[in-house]
């Protein structure tokens, strides 16, 4: 079994451990949810603090020329088209995530008159769900949405499927789909795909070009770590650019905003797809939260994160050994950067060890569920954390009365 001093001495020769130092991280804890909410990097306050006391504070209304506010949702977007594998121009900032994937499918179910059905993963994050089956509802003509198992996805795959909307890793499991196969056999059904890489970009290497992808959107603040509510991202592959019409309009995403004119035309490229006024400041926030990433390449960061995935879960298991399903898929092919442990008392464990300072997150029914960010994440906490979890388990702390209450947000 992986000791103590051998994370010690993982860690002395980790080449990407300094950008730890970039990182606001409590010091007695251990943060295992950066997959819920990223942490604020030093980069971050930086950027922040440029806005509002030079851009915003000085500048006033000349800020939209004078610091380029109008491009940021596209400067941004091409900062972080690097990480999805999106060529510059493919990538736009914006919104939050369920609106964009709103947009997305509105506009897609356009693209494919003739079709009549949906299909998605019934085990889909539920907002997923509810904005598919919503913009389905109003799409002008009827359209069916199967939420179906992700295994039966290919055998229902046939000339009257319009799009298929797919997310990347499981939310709950940590499974991660074959991005490249699975686009190619919905294009040869003649099909759209969609996909959610809200647990995937800054987790996992990706490469939408690479997998030829029509769209694709995720979250910025989980790995990206862009802040509670950061604007989101959203992938359009250039050749839909122009073809693919944003059906929530504004005058932002107008061709000339500033010519007030009353009939709609849109802008050229990724500027279509924007509705209203940027913010700013969240928008400066997930800028400074990218610089990070000139300091760490992908790959480094998905060696790392399957080490240390690896090493949690051969600890769980030698240290408790039969108490936990292992839903997580052992296949480092099929596994993205956190491990899903199941247990009928997850929530009061959860609970127990944020009492320790070890924080994960609890996801209904059973999930105990751990992110594991390899920016700021060192071996030893991984170790360390799993030894709370051991005493946590052998004290039997979790059965707490306190922790039969759950709060608001798990
Ligand atoms: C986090 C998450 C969302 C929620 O995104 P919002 O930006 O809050 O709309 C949607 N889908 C998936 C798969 C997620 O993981």
Redesign the pocket.
């Given at each position: 079994m992986t000791a103590r001093v051998d994370c010690v001495a993982l860690d002395a020769k980790d080449a990407i451990a300094p950008l730890r130092d970039e990182f606001m991280l409590n010091e007695h804890e251990i943060y295992l949810d950066g997959n819920s909410l990223g942490p604020v990097s030093r980069a971050v306050a930086a950027r922040v603090n440029e806005v509002i006391n030079d851009e915003w504070g000085r500048g006033l209304v000349r800020g939209w020329n004078e610091s380029g506010w109008m491009e940021m949702p596209t400067r941004v977007g091409d900062r972080l088209a690097p990480l999805i594998g999106a060529q510059p121009g493919e990538v736009l900032v914006a919104d939050?995530?369920?609106?964009l994937l709103a947009k997305i499918i509105g506009g897609a179910l356009d693209l494919r008159k003739d079709r009549s059905v949906v299909l998605t993963d019934v085990a889909?994050?539920h907002?997923?769900l509810y904005i598919v089956r919503a913009m389905a509802a109003r799409a002008g003509r009827p359209i069916t949405v199967k939420a179906i198992e992700r295994s039966a996805i290919e055998s229902e795959l046939n000339d009257d499927v319009a799009l298929v909307m797919l997310?990347h890793v499981d939310?709950r499991s940590g499974e991660m789909l074959d991005l490249k196969g699975i686009t190619t056999k919905v294009h040869d059904a003649g099909a759209l795909m969609l996909w959610?890489l809200?647990?995937s970009a800054g987790a996992v290497p990706l490469d939408v070009t690479g997998a030829n992808a029509d769209f694709a959107a995720g979250?910025g603040y989980?790995y990206l770590n862009g802040g509670p509510g950061s604007p989101?991202f959203l992938y359009v592959r250039k050749s839909w650019q122009g073809l693919l019409e944003n059906p929530l309009p504004g005058w932002l995403g107008h061709a000339r905003p500033f010519d007030f004119e009353l009939d709609y035309e849109p802008a050229e490229g990724m500027q279509a797809f924007v509705t209203s006024s940027p913010s700013i400041v969240a928008l400066a926030a997930l800028d400074g939260a990218l610089d990070v990433w000139d300091r760490a390449s992908m790959d480094q960061v998905r060696a790392k994160s399957l080490q240390l995935t690896d090493l949690f879960i051969e600890l769980v298991e030698a240290r408790l050994p039969g108490v936990f399903e292992i839903v997580t898929p052992r296949d480092h092919a099929k596994r993205g950067s956190q491990v899903a442990l199941r247990h009928p008392d997850s929530y009061g464990i959860i609970q127990a060890l944020l009492q320790r300072g070890v924080i994960g997150d609890f996801r209904d029914p059973d999930i105990a569920r751990f992110g594991f960010t390899p920016l700021y994440l060192r071996f030893v906490d991984v170790f360390d954390a799993v030894e709370i979890l051991v005493d946590v388990m052998k004290g039997e702390s979790y059965r707490d009365a306190e922790f039969a209450v759950r709060n608001a947000v798990t």
């Open positions: 939050t995530l369920t609106f889909n994050f907002s997923d997310t939310f959610d809200a647990h979250c989980k989101a």
